[in-house]
Protein backbone atom coordinates (compact mmCIF):
# COMPACT_ATOMS: atom_id res chain seq x y z
CA UNK A 1 0.00 0.00 0.00
CA UNK A 2 1.35 3.23 -0.93
CA UNK A 3 2.18 5.69 2.02
CA UNK A 4 -0.33 9.21 2.04
CA UNK A 5 2.79 11.32 1.13
CA UNK A 6 1.87 15.48 1.42
CA UNK A 7 2.75 16.06 -2.05
CA UNK A 8 0.81 19.26 -1.66
CA UNK A 9 3.93 20.97 0.05
CA UNK A 10 5.53 21.10 -3.25
CA UNK A 11 3.25 24.14 -3.74
CA UNK A 12 4.94 26.48 -1.26
CA UNK A 13 7.31 28.89 -2.42
CA UNK A 14 11.04 30.15 -1.78
CA UNK A 15 10.77 33.51 -0.39
CA UNK A 16 13.53 35.71 -0.61
CA UNK A 17 14.87 39.10 2.05
CA UNK A 18 14.96 41.37 -0.61
CA UNK A 19 14.12 44.85 0.84
CA UNK A 20 10.30 45.99 0.62
CA UNK A 21 9.68 49.20 -1.49
CA UNK A 22 9.30 52.06 0.69
CA UNK A 23 5.81 52.44 0.89
CA UNK A 24 3.66 49.81 -0.58
CA UNK A 25 0.48 50.83 1.44
CA UNK A 26 0.35 53.90 -0.44
CA UNK A 27 1.06 52.35 -3.88
CA UNK A 28 -1.57 51.22 -6.57
CA UNK A 29 -2.59 47.20 -6.13
CA UNK A 30 -1.77 45.06 -8.59
CA UNK A 31 -5.12 44.35 -9.96
CA UNK A 32 -4.90 45.33 -13.54
CA UNK A 33 -8.32 42.85 -13.54
CA UNK A 34 -9.87 43.61 -10.27
CA UNK A 35 -13.03 44.84 -12.52
CA UNK A 36 -13.59 41.60 -13.82
CA UNK A 37 -12.09 38.72 -11.87
CA UNK A 38 -14.15 36.27 -10.50
CA UNK A 39 -13.14 33.51 -8.21
CA UNK A 40 -12.12 30.38 -9.33
CA UNK A 41 -12.97 26.56 -9.00
CA UNK A 42 -12.13 23.50 -10.85
CA UNK A 43 -13.89 20.16 -10.02
CA UNK A 44 -12.20 17.10 -11.95
CA UNK A 45 -13.55 13.65 -10.91
CA UNK A 46 -12.20 10.18 -12.36
CA UNK A 47 -12.13 6.85 -11.55
CA UNK A 48 -8.40 7.58 -10.07
CA UNK A 49 -8.69 11.00 -8.76
CA UNK A 50 -11.04 13.41 -6.99
CA UNK A 51 -9.71 16.73 -7.96
CA UNK A 52 -10.67 20.14 -6.46
CA UNK A 53 -9.02 23.66 -6.60
CA UNK A 54 -10.80 27.15 -5.45
CA UNK A 55 -10.08 30.78 -5.07
CA UNK A 56 -11.83 33.72 -4.27
CA UNK A 57 -11.68 36.41 -7.14
CA UNK A 58 -8.96 38.73 -4.82
CA UNK A 59 -6.69 36.26 -6.13
CA UNK A 60 -7.66 36.05 -9.50
CA UNK A 61 -7.34 40.14 -9.60
CA UNK A 62 -3.70 39.34 -9.51
CA UNK A 63 -2.65 37.59 -12.34
CA UNK A 64 1.16 36.45 -10.99
CA UNK A 65 -0.07 34.59 -7.93
CA UNK A 66 -3.25 33.28 -10.15
CA UNK A 67 -0.82 31.78 -12.71
CA UNK A 68 1.73 30.54 -10.00
CA UNK A 69 -1.38 28.22 -8.09
CA UNK A 70 -2.55 27.07 -10.90
CA UNK A 71 0.63 26.03 -12.26
CA UNK A 72 1.41 24.44 -8.63
CA UNK A 73 -1.96 23.16 -8.33
CA UNK A 74 -1.71 21.48 -12.25
CA UNK A 75 1.90 20.08 -11.88
CA UNK A 76 0.62 17.92 -8.36
CA UNK A 77 -2.47 16.52 -9.79
CA UNK A 78 -0.46 15.28 -12.79
CA UNK A 79 1.94 13.63 -9.90
CA UNK A 80 -1.28 12.35 -8.31
CA UNK A 81 -2.38 10.81 -11.32
CA UNK A 82 0.85 8.98 -12.37
CA UNK A 83 1.17 7.84 -8.42
CA UNK A 84 -2.79 6.88 -8.48
CA UNK A 85 -2.51 4.65 -12.36
CA UNK A 86 0.56 3.08 -10.51
CA UNK A 87 -1.18 2.28 -7.55
CA UNK A 88 -4.31 0.88 -9.47
CA UNK A 89 -2.20 -1.79 -11.66
CA UNK A 90 -0.30 -2.93 -8.45
CA UNK A 91 -3.44 -3.76 -6.96
CA UNK A 92 -5.20 -5.28 -9.67
CA UNK A 93 -2.41 -7.48 -10.00
CA UNK A 94 -1.87 -8.49 -6.81
CA UNK A 95 -5.66 -9.14 -6.20
CA UNK A 96 -6.36 -5.85 -4.13
CA UNK A 97 -9.08 -3.29 -4.26
CA UNK A 98 -8.29 -0.21 -5.18
CA UNK A 99 -9.63 3.59 -4.13
CA UNK A 100 -9.44 6.50 -5.86
CA UNK A 101 -7.37 9.32 -4.43
CA UNK A 102 -8.90 12.53 -3.78
CA UNK A 103 -7.00 16.02 -3.14
CA UNK A 104 -8.72 19.32 -2.24
CA UNK A 105 -6.85 22.71 -2.53
CA UNK A 106 -8.78 26.11 -1.10
CA UNK A 107 -7.93 29.40 -0.57
CA UNK A 108 -9.67 31.98 1.89
CA UNK A 109 -8.49 35.65 2.48
CA UNK A 110 -7.87 36.51 6.13
CA UNK A 111 -6.42 40.24 5.26
CA UNK A 112 -6.44 42.26 2.91
CA UNK A 113 -4.79 45.27 2.27
CA UNK A 114 -3.74 48.13 -0.17
CA UNK A 115 -0.17 46.70 0.68
CA UNK A 116 -0.59 43.11 1.46
CA UNK A 117 -2.81 39.88 0.27
CA UNK A 118 -2.80 37.56 3.48
CA UNK A 119 -4.12 33.90 2.06
CA UNK A 120 -5.18 30.79 4.02
CA UNK A 121 -4.56 27.44 1.82
CA UNK A 122 -6.27 25.05 3.34
CA UNK A 123 -5.35 20.90 1.41
CA UNK A 124 -7.00 17.64 2.08
CA UNK A 125 -5.27 14.68 0.37
CA UNK A 126 -5.78 10.72 0.03
CA UNK A 127 -3.60 8.57 -1.36
CA UNK A 128 -4.49 5.29 0.06
CA UNK A 129 -2.46 5.10 3.42
CA UNK A 130 -4.68 4.81 6.28
CA UNK A 131 -5.60 7.90 7.27
CA UNK A 132 -5.84 11.03 5.00
CA UNK A 133 -3.41 13.91 5.23
CA UNK A 134 -4.33 17.90 5.62
CA UNK A 135 -2.39 20.76 6.52
CA UNK A 136 -2.74 24.53 5.86
CA UNK A 137 -0.13 27.15 4.37
CA UNK A 138 -0.23 30.73 4.78
CA UNK A 139 0.36 33.06 2.31
CA UNK A 140 1.11 36.46 2.24
CA UNK A 141 1.59 38.53 -1.31
CA UNK A 142 3.35 41.97 -1.32
CA UNK A 143 1.29 43.95 -4.39
CA UNK A 144 4.15 46.38 -5.12
CA UNK A 145 7.27 44.36 -4.83
CA UNK A 146 4.42 41.45 -7.11
CA UNK A 147 5.68 38.37 -5.42
CA UNK A 148 5.38 36.43 -2.16
CA UNK A 149 6.87 37.29 1.30
CA UNK A 150 7.67 35.01 4.07
CA UNK A 151 5.81 36.62 7.36
CA UNK A 152 9.68 37.22 8.69
CA UNK A 153 10.35 39.73 5.82
CA UNK A 154 8.18 42.22 7.25
CA UNK A 155 10.25 42.33 10.45
CA UNK A 156 13.31 44.21 10.94
CA UNK A 157 15.57 41.48 12.15
CA UNK A 158 13.74 38.85 10.32
CA UNK A 159 13.01 35.56 12.03
CA UNK A 160 15.18 37.25 15.03
CA UNK A 161 12.26 39.77 15.43
CA UNK A 162 9.62 36.66 15.09
CA UNK A 163 11.22 34.87 18.29
CA UNK A 164 11.18 37.93 20.63
CA UNK A 165 7.88 39.37 20.08
CA UNK A 166 5.87 36.14 19.79
CA UNK A 167 7.71 32.93 21.59
CA UNK A 168 6.63 33.86 24.82
CA UNK A 169 3.14 34.44 24.44
CA UNK A 170 2.59 31.80 21.73
CA UNK A 171 4.06 28.43 23.76
CA UNK A 172 2.58 29.88 26.91
CA UNK A 173 -0.92 29.88 25.02
CA UNK A 174 0.38 26.27 23.10
CA UNK A 175 0.67 24.65 25.84
CA UNK A 176 -2.46 25.34 27.75
CA UNK A 177 -4.93 24.57 24.45
CA UNK A 178 -2.67 21.24 24.74
CA UNK A 179 -3.15 20.92 28.69
CA UNK A 180 -7.10 21.58 28.08
CA UNK A 181 -7.34 19.30 24.98
CA UNK A 182 -5.14 16.17 26.36
CA UNK A 183 -7.24 16.47 30.21
CA UNK A 184 -10.50 16.28 28.04
CA UNK A 185 -9.27 13.10 26.26
CA UNK A 186 -7.74 11.39 29.26
CA UNK A 187 -4.29 11.77 27.61
CA UNK A 188 -1.54 12.65 29.96
CA UNK A 189 1.83 13.15 27.61
CA UNK A 190 5.52 12.64 29.44
CA UNK A 191 7.42 15.16 30.17
CA UNK A 192 9.72 14.00 27.64
CA UNK A 193 7.36 13.81 24.81
CA UNK A 194 8.43 15.50 21.44
CA UNK A 195 4.44 16.92 21.65
CA UNK A 196 5.52 18.78 24.67
CA UNK A 197 8.59 20.89 22.95
CA UNK A 198 7.16 24.33 21.36
CA UNK A 199 7.59 23.98 17.65
CA UNK A 200 9.32 26.47 15.60
CA UNK A 201 7.95 28.78 13.33
CA UNK A 202 9.22 27.59 10.68
CA UNK A 203 6.92 24.85 10.63
CA UNK A 204 3.85 26.82 11.60
CA UNK A 205 1.33 28.65 8.81
CA UNK A 206 1.60 32.22 10.59
CA UNK A 207 -1.56 33.92 9.20
CA UNK A 208 -2.19 37.65 9.62
CA UNK A 209 -5.87 38.84 9.46
CA UNK A 210 -8.14 41.74 10.01
CA UNK A 211 -11.75 42.93 8.62
CA UNK A 212 -11.99 43.29 5.01
CA UNK A 213 -10.12 46.34 3.58
CA UNK A 214 -9.14 47.11 7.41
CA UNK A 215 -5.40 46.60 8.71
CA UNK A 216 -4.83 43.14 10.28
CA UNK A 217 -5.03 43.06 13.88
CA UNK A 218 -4.51 39.89 15.20
CA UNK A 219 -1.83 36.70 13.43
CA UNK A 220 -2.78 33.16 13.74
CA UNK A 221 0.01 30.24 14.58
CA UNK A 222 -1.65 27.18 12.51
CA UNK A 223 0.27 23.77 13.79
CA UNK A 224 -0.97 20.74 11.62
CA UNK A 225 -0.96 17.29 12.68
CA UNK A 226 2.24 16.05 13.96
CA UNK A 227 3.38 19.43 14.53
CA UNK A 228 2.46 20.37 17.86
CA UNK A 229 0.57 17.07 18.91
CA UNK A 230 0.03 13.82 17.17
CA UNK A 231 -2.47 13.05 14.30
CA UNK A 232 -5.35 12.50 16.76
CA UNK A 233 -4.91 16.14 18.39
CA UNK A 234 -6.16 17.48 14.88
CA UNK A 235 -4.97 21.21 14.60
CA UNK A 236 -4.10 23.68 16.71
CA UNK A 237 -4.39 27.50 16.12
CA UNK A 238 -3.22 29.84 18.55
CA UNK A 239 -4.60 33.78 17.75
CA UNK A 240 -2.30 36.51 18.96
CA UNK A 241 -2.98 40.16 19.26
CA UNK A 242 -1.42 42.82 16.86
CA UNK A 243 0.33 45.32 19.79
CA UNK A 244 2.04 48.06 19.62
CA UNK A 245 5.66 46.52 19.56
CA UNK A 246 4.52 44.06 16.77
CA UNK A 247 3.41 47.78 14.42
CA UNK A 248 7.49 48.96 16.10
CA UNK A 249 9.05 45.95 14.86
CA UNK A 250 7.33 46.08 11.46
CA UNK A 251 9.46 47.41 8.48
CA UNK A 252 8.55 51.19 7.56
CA UNK A 253 6.85 49.74 4.70
CA UNK A 254 4.28 47.39 5.92
CA UNK A 255 3.27 49.22 9.18
CA UNK A 256 0.45 50.82 7.10
CA UNK A 257 -1.44 47.43 6.84
CA UNK A 258 -1.55 46.81 10.09
CA UNK A 259 -2.71 48.27 13.73
CA UNK A 260 -2.35 47.04 17.67
CA UNK A 261 -6.02 45.36 18.41
CA UNK A 262 -7.97 47.43 20.90
CA UNK A 263 -9.35 46.07 24.08
CA UNK A 264 -12.40 44.25 23.42
Not at 8 to 27: F, K, Q
Not at 114 to 120: A, E, I, K, R, T
Request: proline residues 8%.
Amino acid sequence: MLKAVPLVLLLASACGNRMAPEDPGTAAPQTASAATAMPEKIDEKTDLLDFHLAWPSEIGAIPQLASKIRAAAMAHKAELLKSAADDKAYRAKNGFPFQGYEYSDEFTVRGNTPGLLSLGESWFEYTGGAHPMHGTRARLWDRSAGREIAFSDLFIGGAAALDRLFSGPYCAALDKARAEKRESNGIAAGADDPFNQCPKFADLAIIPSGAAGQPMDEITFHADPYVAGPYAEGDYDIALPVTQAVIEALKPAYRSSFEAQRPQ
